[in-house]
């Protein structure tokens, strides 16, 4: 399999990781959901890493890099079923994921997109709400 | 990466085949799903195989299998995002995917998961619902 699927789940984008993402992969998958998201007009991505049991740099600012241009296209980027060990590592590797949100699983990552499309909403003012993400 | 992530959404299950489904990897499958449906009272099994480009009949009857074994704990299986050549892959293989449904994508497999599990709550008769799945 040369791709990573994107499933689209109503205004959400869902990718699941579950190969090592070596470098033509990972671009690919970088590019491809951008311009799923251009597409589709999706409000959030979901990237579900719970198969992965292994991060290095290059995975981490993969992801990063998807979350910014994900914002840039106003989607925002939720990680989730992050691995303990994988958190551990990223930390220790100084990545703390910059532009991206987390959540334990799918279902809390939707419910926190759900409330940062709602905030956006209520707010009118999606530029300033930078609260729980580094730009 | 040794196991098929099995995502909880709601009341379904989505698993998305990525990798080739080679031996081991599609009995852990098999019984992973099952665990889960058990575990979490799932209603609903949606297997994505837009990943999918080659199938052959192991794979098709182990698809097969998840929806029986699903069925028995009372969850329906939807597989999703078929291409169309596998789809003549599993007609020309005298494998129609007994015990299962099919949608187009992710999201019609959702609406058809909740209609079934309406008509179920509708006519409290789930044994004889058996118009569009061969036991």
Avoid: C, W
Avoid at 7 to 33: C, H, K, N, P, S
Avoid at 116 to 130: E, G, P, R
């Amino acid at each position: 399999m040369d791709r990573i699927p994107i499933l689209r789940m109503g205004q959400f984008l869902l990718v699941t990781i579950q190969v090592d993402l070596y470098d033509r992969l990972a671009l690919d998958l970088e590019a491809d959901i951008v311009k799923m998201v251009n597409k589709t007009g999706a409000r959030g991505v979901l990237i579900d890493i719970s198969a992965v049991s292994i991060v290095d740099s290059f995975m981490g600012r993969i992801i990063g890099n998807i979350g910014v241009m994900s914002k840039l296209l106003d989607a925002e980027t939720v990680v989730v079923g992050m691995q303990p060990a994988v958190a551990i590592t990223l930390v220790e590797l100084g990545l703390p994921l910059k532009g991206v949100y987390t959540a334990l699983n799918v279902d809390k990552g939707m419910d926190l997109l759900r409330s940062i499309i709602q905030d956006d909403v209520d707010t009118a003012d999606t530029d300033d709400d930078d609260d729980n993400i580094a730009e």
